[in-house]
C-alpha cells in the first residue's frame, strides 16, 4: 500500500490493545509519546517525493494513532493543511479512532488515503481496550467518504476466536448494511491476520486477566524467537473464508491483500 514507512509526529497510544507490538516496548503501561519536529519530517517527505519522478506514498501513522494524537495536537490537520501545498504524492494512516471531524474540510484530501480499522464489537470490547466502538467507527469511513477522502477498510487484526466464522461474517454483513454502496465499491479491503509474541502473552495475562485470551498454544507456531503466527492449515483455512466472504459481500470492492 505504501512505497515509505516513515516516522512521524508520535509515537505510542493511551489506547491498551492487547496484540499491539507496542505492548512490547511500553509494558503496562500506555502511553503517548509526541515529537516537537513536525516540520523537518513533513519537509524532508516533500522533498524526497520532489526528487522521484513516481508519485510515493507514504506511510506515517505506524508506530501511534494519528486521529487520536490530533485531539492532543492538532498535528494531524496541520500535516494535510500543509501536503497540500504541494505537486504530487500521498500520505496514509490507520486509524482506530473516530474523532475525524476537524480533518473533514480540509484542502488537499485527494492525496491522504485513510484506513479505518474494523473488528467484530466483541474484539474491540476486549481486545482493543480504549478504542472507539464498531458503530463509531463505520460513521467514521461514511463522514470521510462524504468529505472526499480516499478510504480503506483494515479488517484487523483478524483473530482466530473459536466461532471467528460467525463473528466476521456479523461484521461483514454489517459492513454492508450500514455503509453507502456507492462507497462500498470505491473503498479498498486489507485483511490481516494476527501475530503474537511471547512478551505479549506475558504482559497480558498480568495486566487482563479477566480478558479474552488470544493466544492459544494449539493454533499458533513459532515465527523467530519468541513470536508466533497461526500455524499454516488453520491460516489457510480462514483465508478460504475471508476470501469467500469478501466475494459475497463486496464483490465489487477491492482487495489489496490478505497476510
Not at 466502538?133 to 462524504?146: A, F, H, Q, T, Y
Request: glycine residues 4%.
Amino acid at each position: 500500500m505504501s512505497n515509505y514507512l516513515v516516522p512521524y509526529t508520535s509515537s505510542g497510544c493511551t489506547a491498551m490493545c492487547m496484540y499491539c507490538y507496542l505492548v512490547c516496548h511500553f509494558n503496562k503501561c500506555a502511553y503517548l509519546r509526541l515529537f516537537v519536529n513536525r516540520e523537518e519530517m513533513l519537509s524532508r517527505i516533500i522533498k524526497f517525493q520532489e526528487k522521484s519522478d513516481d508519485e510515493l506514498v507514504f506511510e506515517i501513522g505506524s508506530n501511534s494513532d494519528l486521529v487520536l494524537e490530533n485531539t492532543i495536537t492538532n498535528n494531524l490537520v496541520w500535516t494535510i493543511e500543509e501536503f497540500s501545498k504541494t505537486k504530487k504524492g500521498f500520505l496514509t494512516f490507520p486509524t482506530k479512532f473516530h474523532m475525524i471531524d476537524d480533518i473533514l474540510d480540509l484542502k488537499g484530501k485527494e492525496r491522504i488515503i485513510i484506513r479505518m480499522s474494523l473488528n467484530p464489537d466483541i474484539i474491540i470490547n476486549n481486545v482493543e481496550i480504549g478504542t472507539s466502538k464498531l458503530d463509531d467507527r463505520i460513521r467514521g469511513v461514511i463522514k470521510l467518504k462524504e468529505a472526499g477522502y480516499r478510504v480503506g477498510i483494515l479488517i484487523a487484526p483478524i483473530i482466530l476466536l473459536e466461532d471467528y466464522k460467525e463473528i466476521y461474517e456479523q461484521l461483514f454483513m454489517k459492513i454492508k448494511e450500514e455503509i453507502p454502496e456507492k462507497y462500498l465499491d470505491e473503498i479498498f479491503f486489507e485483511l490481516i491476520f494476527m501475530t503474537y509474541s511471547f512478551v505479549h502473552n506475558a504482559i497480558n495475562e498480568e495486566a487482563f486477566p479477566n480478558h479474552i485470551k488470544i493466544y492459544e498454544k494449539e493454533k499458533f507456531t513459532s515465527r523467530g524467537k519468541g513470536k508466533y503466527t497461526y500455524k499454516k492449515e488453520i491460516r489457510e483455512e480462514g483465508t478460504i473464508f475471508f476470501k469467500e466472504m469478501m466475494n459475497k459481500y463486496f464483490p465489487k470492492s477491492k482487495l489489496f491483500y490478505i497476510s
